[in-house]
């Protein structure tokens, strides 16, 4: 039946029966009227009024639920689907709006999966440039320096060498640069090894210790699940560093019934209410790329959790 008959016919109902009580009850009115008799008359329509009201909820609470479905929807936080429930249009609307977010989701994952790849690539070719130009033409600096510093007369020398050192420091730099931009621990030695890197090269706030909890015998992810994984830890690892004022962190990587669960836990002053950044959503974006769950809330004693279940990829071990 569609909406419009159903409403219809939820008001006729109404009205027949208060009519009906017009007529065949006991009911008068005179002119003027009395008192008594506009009472009744008062509180029969309250009550017509009312039972409307009641019908009219029952009638449209298919849609409200959809309404607050479209509110509360969330591309990155995949949720139930609104149940196909009521009649004609209802339904309909319904299996519309479900069709339709299945489609946005799916736009949605497959735009963040490509602009994930581009800022990979582009974080690829920044990396082999600070490694291979910069990086070779401050070792040739240095080489030269250490060379001309060996024959120099004092106290040029000293200086040389100071200006050696300096050098040699933003070689390192860069170096650790290139690193945190491309992984090439991941590619080469794996996952645990590049968590292991990322958690003694992440520059600790004085008062902060991280200790960190790896598995190794861990099932095979994939290469893309664990830059995922990767890449997630490095931004809790940095948000913690950043904004948490915590004194531990634990980062613990294990094997779980289905998967693999990354957890980084720290004991600061937690999100509170403020709004997720940029930093938060894309760890949504890379979670979803790879039908991973995350989780980012209170710990359980206070504190922040991050916290990423991979599901592991049928037939590996
Ligand atoms: N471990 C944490 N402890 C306390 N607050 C945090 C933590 N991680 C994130 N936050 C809060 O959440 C906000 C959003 O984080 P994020 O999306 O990574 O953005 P950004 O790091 O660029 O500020 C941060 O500004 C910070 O206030
Ligand atoms: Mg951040």
């Not at 017509?48 to 009219?56: D, H, I, K, V």
Request: charged letters at 25%; zero cysteines; glycine letters at 10%.
């Amino acid at each position: 039946m569609s909406l419009f008959w159903r409403i219809f016919l939820l008001n006729a109902a109404v009205l027949v029966a208060a009519g009906a009580l017009l007529l065949l009850g006991p009911v008068t009115v005179s002119a003027p009227v009395l008192l008594t008799e506009a009472m009744i008359l008062t509180g029969g329509i309250a009550f017509m009024l009312a039972a409307n009201a009641a019908l009219l909820r029952l009638g449209l609470s298919p849609l409200q639920r959809v309404a607050r479905t479209m509110t509360t929807t969330d591309l990155l936080r995949p949720s139930p689907r609104p149940e196909v429930a009521g009649h004609g249009e209802i339904a309909a609307l319904i299996e519309t709006f479900n069709t339709m977010l299945d489609r946005l989701e799916a736009e949605r994952a497959a735009s963040s999966a490509r602009a994930l790849s581009a800022q990979e690539a582009e974080r690829r070719r920044v990396a082999r440039e600070l490694h291979d130009e910069v990086g070779q033409t401050l070792t040739a600096v240095l080489l030269e320096l250490k060379r001309v510093a060996g024959h120099a007369p004092e106290p040029l020398g000293e200086e040389l060498r100071q200006v050696q050192e300096i050098t040699r420091g933003s070689l390192d730099e860069i170096r650790r640069i290139a690193r945190r931009l491309r992984p090439g621990v991941l590619e080469e030695l794996g996952l645990v090894s590049a968590l292991t890197a990322l958690a003694t090269e992440t520059p600790a706030p004085d008062g902060l210790t991280i200790r960190r909890q790896l598995e190794k015998d861990l099932p095979e992810l994939g290469e893309e699940a664990e830059l995922v994984v990767y890449r997630i830890a490095q931004e809790a690892l940095t948000n913690t560093v950043r904004h948490a004022r915590a004194t531990r962190l634990d980062l613990s990587l294990r094997h779980t019934p289905g998967g693999v669960e990354l957890r980084i836990r720290d004991d600061g002053r937690g999100f509170g209410d403020v709004p997720e950044g940029a930093g938060l959503r894309g760890m949504r974006e890379r979670a979803l790329l790879v039908g991973a769950e995350l989780f980012l809330g209170p710990g359980p004693r206070g504190g922040t959790e991050v916290r990423l279940h991979v599901p592991v990829p049928n037939g590996s071990k």
